[in-house]
């Protein structure tokens, strides 16, 4: 009996060793806003996951309009060691020499990745993921605001240490006091003022003095700030989103610009700097709930493989992908990696088929979803087929702006379909109004539909998005291209109403006279004002004359309204018609719609 038992227990024992060496060793582990990757066990895991919730709780109670949660899930790849850092990192820093990473924020259009080590060493080893996850925050913000604020917050926030029960916010930034201490300052006003166009902001010698007084300015104001009980940042931010002038904003928000100036120059020189330390107790946060899943072989490679295909490490990442599929040929996960990669190799077409493939495998997959029907449209393949998936990339997650681009691309080839691909463009503005390439589209799709004034207001909405002096450029083209288009439009528009007179003249055979041509009252010509009204009848009334007076009677269950242009000529017209067997003329009308 003892040598049963005692087979029975050896035997347990080896099946026991037999199913860790079989498995990953790779872990998922799911907090209720963060889902962490990791090969360093279950507790560790756990605690990665638990800070990433403490530093969202910062973001929460520091920032009240950051974007907490964004469309693309956040994905946390936590190593336990530099072999297994060296493994997944960048390949620039691979060389002899180069920086010892303590971690990395990746964010693409689709993933927002961040891979940590977990035995890093150095002050702040994670610096770089929390002044990269701060701008994440921002989200929406950075429409408007300025960009010293912008780099300044991310520079503030990128000092943060999170421990179990608190969190120091604000330590000082020894460099960048050091950086101060050497040189001369930027004036203020010339602070406020940079933009992406500014050799402020893209030259590295001046660069680096920009981000080191923008820290060193928002760290003196918040601490200003907690000390007077006061909210001159937030002032300053209500000021600057009503579209105030950066420099006035400051004016109003900070007083006397000078004894700003000097104050911040005292700051910078002081020994001792004050930083807050908040306590977390109040986080309602049980590392004990967090789920924890085992990871298959084929799961742990695919999701590394993908993150391999972000960082640039292409024949790493195949590598990756292909040992994904060999342990499972239906990983839906694998697929999408090997789609990732294809599409970064520039093949298209072989990118397709993959992401196709995760698709089927996982419908509610958004990833594959999307760039099915995106690489569908570049391969001409059925606007139906294309759509079907992008609606489905949509379905699975709402708030994927991209999904509704790619749709709006899609939908405006078609004339008929202009009006939802104008909606579908703003719906991605809506959810990423910092996006510059979906204004640059919606003014394209207003262009299309002829509404050149609507464009126009975007494209200039659209200057204060960019962030370099290329998508400047972009703009400043675009800008030029749509008031050339309006301008020969109403150039074609007067010379097809100068022909239409002429022929009008041609037919009756000799000049135009008083009972030909009628001649209208005259009509006073005023700025709109007031309330915007609509009548809503049938035509009853139709009459102009050769100087561009319209008049128009409509007869409605309201009662009867007569309105008047003076200068019908530049009114813009969208005219619904199907052909008939009268081939003097294009069609017969079936809807008619008139505006300015």
Known sequence: ????????????????????????????????????????????????????????????????????????????????????????????????????????FSHSTDKNYILVRLDGGGEHPWSIVYHEYTHLMEGN????????????????????????????????????????????????????????????????????LFYAESWALTHCLEVADFHDHANRIGKYLALTSKGIDPVTAAEQAFGDLKQLETALVAYTREGRYSYFQKSTAGVQLSEASFAVTPLSVADAEAIRADFLANMGRADDARAMADAALKADANNAKAHEAMGRIEYAAGHHEEARKWYAQAAALDPENYVAQYYTGALAVMAGASDEEAEEHLRAAIRANPRFAPAYDALAALLSNQSSKLDQAHMMELQAIALDPGDLHYRLNTAHILTEQEQFEAALQVLEAAKTLARNPLEVDVVERMLKQVNEQRAQMEKTRQEEAADEQ????????????????????????????????????????????????????????????????????KMHARVHYFATADKTADGQITIIALWK
């Open 1 to 104: 009996m003892m040598l049963r038992r005692f087979l029975l227990l050896v035997l347990l024992v080896s099946l026991s060793g037999w199913a860790r060496e079989s498995g990953s060793g790779w872990l998922e582990v799911r907090s209720p806003h963060f889902t962490v990757i990791t090969d360093a066990g279950d507790a560790r895991g756990r605690h990665v996951a638990a800070q990433f919730e403490r530093m969202r709780w910062v973001f929460q109670s520091s920032l009240p309009a950051a974007n907490l949660d964004p469309a693309n899930p956040i994905v946390v790849i936590a190593v336990k060691d530099r072999k297994d850092m060296e493994a997944l990192e960048p390949a620039a820093y691979l060389a002899k020499g180069q920086v010892n990473l303590g971690g990395l």
């Open 141 to 208: 913000a950075a429409e408007w605001m300025p960009l010293w604020l912008n780099e300044g917050l991310a520079e503030f926030f990128e000092n943060t240490e999170v421990r179990d029960k608190e969190v120091l916010l604000g330590e000082p930034s020894v460099s960048a006091l050091l950086l101060l201490q050497q040189n001369r300052l930027i004036p203020l006003p010339v602070l406020f003022k940079v933009d992406a166009t500014s050799p402020y902001y893209h030259e590295e010698e001046k660069g680096g």
């Open 502 to 569: 002429a022929r009008a003249v041609a037919a009756q055979g000799s000049a135009p006279t008083e009972a030909q041509v009628p001649v209208l009252p005259k009509h006073p010509t005023e700025t709109p004002h007031g309330p915007d009204r609509y009548a809503l009848g049938v035509i009853r009334g139709v009459r102009c004359d050769g100087t561009g007076t319209l008049e128009l009677r409509v007869e409605g269950a309201k009662g009867t309204v007569n309105v008047y242009s003076n200068d019908a000529y």
